[in-house]
Structure formats: structure tokens, C-alpha cells
């Protein structure tokens, strides 16, 4: 990546399959950490994009260091990263490693267009072979998690669970049954005296 120095989506695509492979021949775990920043649009949109761009170059800094030296960070791309933790040995270890970015990213980013910026991090996290045992499904579980996190306040990390794929779902379903709705005038408004 460019601007962070990272690793980028096309490295992850080669790198993840790969690691799930020497994951499965040593009968061992893979945990999949999906970080969004929170409220990232903001500091672009007040502060400007240089301002976002130096934001993500000290944040890419920050997940870095709040990572084992085994772990390997990857941006995605906008405000998205990845991390991979090839030796999960639990799920307490990988909380740890996701607490330690949450943390390392809550503190305010000192910014050249001005210091005090809060930026909060949602993680997400799917865990080979438990959650899938393909690149895309552990890469598509870790997002829905992060979701997940999102919905509970932002600023926490998450497990992927197979229960949060089918509330997402419903969720996308009500969300386009209500446009849909909208658009064809489906709405009645009833008034009631008060």
C-alpha cells in the first residue's frame, strides 16, 4: 500500500490461502482480525484527505505496534485492515492481541491540522478452521463480526458467530424491502388526534 507502507488487498489474497494451508497441515488455528476505524469520514470531511491520509499512516503505525512480531497487518484499503495471527493458540490470546489494538488506536491522533482526534477501532474476528476454511469465507465472517462490533458501540472487537450472518441478512432484507416500499408508494400515513 502505498500510503501506509502495509501490505495491500492483493497480498492478503495471496498470503491468506497459504497461511490457511500451513495452518491445516500443522492441525493448528488462524484467527482473521477485520479492523474498521470509527468515525474516520469525519476527520476526512472536516479536517481534509491529507489530514485522513496522515490519520491512517499513524494508525497503520499503531496497529503495528500493538501486534505480535508473528502477526501480519494488511490494509484493505480506505479506512479497513487486516491482521492475521498464524499461531492463535486460543481465543483469549486473539482477544488479546484485538483488545491491544483497540486500545492502541483509542488514544487522540496529534494531526497537523490539529490535535485531540478521536478515532475509536471495530474489530471483527473469524478463526480457522471454526469459521470457515476458505480465504474469502474467513475474510466475509471477520467483516460481518466487525458489524457486529459497530452495532455494540464501536471501539470493541467481536467473534464471528454464525447467528450474526443471518441477522445481517435480515437486516439487509428489511433495509431493501423498506426502499422498495418507498419507492412504490407502499406507505400509508394515518393520523391520530391527539
Known amino acids: 500500500d502505498a500510503l501506509t507502507l502495509l501490505p495491500n488487498r492483493r497480498w492478503l489474497q495471496g498470503f491468506l490461502p497459504a497461511a490457511i494451508r500451513r495452518a491445516a497441515r500443522g492441525h493448528g488455528r488462524l484467527a482473521l482480525l477485520f479492523i474498521d476505524l470509527d468515525n474516520f469520514k469525519t476527520v476526512n470531511d472536516t479536517l481534509g484527505h491529507e489530514a485522513g491520509d496522515e490519520l491512517l499512516q499513524q494508525a497503520s503505525q499503531r496497529i503495528r505496534q500493538a501486534v505480535r512480531a508473528s502477526d501480519h497487518v494488511a490494509r484493505l ?12 493458540d486460543s481465543d483469549e490470546s486473539i482477544a488479546h492481541v484485538a483488545q491491544s489494538i483497540v486500545d492502541a488506536l483509542a488514544t ?4 497537523t491540522a490539529g490535535s485531540g482526534n478521536l478515532i475509536s477501532a471495530s474489530i471483527g474476528i473469524s478463526v480457522y478452521p471454526r469459521d470457515g476454511d476458505a480465504a474469502e469465507l474467513l475474510l466475509k465472517h471477520a467483516d460481518v463480526a466487525m458489524y457486529a462490533a459497530k452495532a455494540a458501540g464501536k471501539g470493541c472487537h467481536h467473534f464471528y458467530q454464525p447467528e450474526m450472518s443471518e441477522a445481517l441478512l435480515l437486516r439487509l432484507s428489511r433495509e431493501r424491502a423498506l426502499r ?3 419507492e412504490r408508494a407502499e406507505f400509508v400515513v394515518h393520523y391520530q388526534p391527539r
Open 180 to 182: 422498495q416500499a418507498v
Open 108 to 111: 487522540p491522533f496529534t494531526l
Open 77 to 88: 484499503g480506505g479506512d479497513e485492515f487486516t491482521v492475521v495471527l498464524e499461531h492463535a
